[in-house]
């Protein structure tokens, strides 16, 4: 069965292997017969930072509210044609693939600042005009799968349960609880390159062999398995309950 896909990947240098990363995934996704859509943020000149200009019709023209601004300008179809365009990809996908570098413990600015401007209310939050009632695992992206694929100089290690950057996963939570699984995406295992700094050309072409046979199954995995808001277990949609991993806190209780 075709699927679609939609690749997000942020690296200013056209031979990053971050760029090779995408490159080797629309291959491999073309060849099992699944269509690709990419937004490669640098070479489009992805305006980063959102400001009044985002909103070209304002509700109130005297103070920026953006929440208020981004739900009218989604509402009535008058948001900046590069988010629209965005809209549309991201609403045709199957699956949304993030392809990008760990810098900082976290994704490039031009990448937080596509979620910024294209997670807008009404899409990715504030879904059917209910505030925080439809949100973890329930929302306008429902129905997607997620993807988080990076790279990283420094080596497994120190990502480990026990290593001094601390846990990968749990240092991709924000990203991948938070704008994937929030907006109500079904998130998969992040998928990661470590120790990419000391590469030598076997090792970049190991490594896009590796992420190739990954994908070749990619619509038969499991996703991450994160505790749905309106599922039972957040009695108050807020707080999870008492008797679920009693004594227990942290990241970790928000999965199953």
Avoid: C
């Avoid at 640098?42 to 070209?56: I, Q």
């Avoid at 329930?138 to 997620?146: F, I, Q, V």
């Avoid at 990283?152 to 699984?181: C, K, Q, V, W």
């Avoid at 949609?237 to 008492?242: I, P, Q, R, T």
């Amino acid at each position: 069965m075709s699927r679609h896909v939609l690749i997000v990947h942020a690296h200013p240098e056209p031979t990053s292997l971050t760029r090779q990363m995408a490159d080797a995934a629309e291959q491999a996704l073309r060849e099992d017969g699944h269509t690709v859509s990419r937004s490669d943020l640098h070479a489009m000149g992805w305006k980063a930072v959102v400001d009044a200009d985002d909103f070209p019709s304002r509700v109130d023209p005297e103070r920026l509210s953006v929440v208020a601004e981004s739900g009218h300008g989604y509402a009535t179809g008058q948001l900046t044609e590069d988010v629209a365009a965005e809209h549309r990809k991201l609403l045709a996908a199957d699956l949304v693939i993030l392809q990008f570098p760990l810098w900082w413990f976290g994704m490039p600015a031009i990448l937080k600042g596509w979620i910024d401007r294209v997670w807008s209310y009404g899409l990715a939050y504030g879904h059917q005009g209910a505030g925080n009632r439809h949100r973890y695992g329930e929302g306008g992206l429902s129905g997607r799968r997620a993807l988080v694929s990076i790279t990283t100089g420094g080596p497994a290690s120190d990502y480990s349960p026990r290593g001094i950057n601390g846990e990968l996963d749990e240092l991709l939570f924000p990203i991948t609880h938070g704008m994937l699984f929030y907006p109500g995406m079904s998130v998969l295992r992040s998928q990661a390159v470590f120790g990419t700094s000391r590469f030598d050309a076997a090792q970049v072409e190991a490594a896009k062999h590796a992420w190739r046979e990954r994908l070749a199954g990619i619509f038969e995995e499991s996703p991450i398995a994160y505790r749905a808001q309106n599922g039972g277990d957040y009695p108050d949609h807020h707080v999870l309950a008492d008797t679920l991993a009693p004594g227990q806190h942290g990241l970790r209780v928000h999965q199953r």
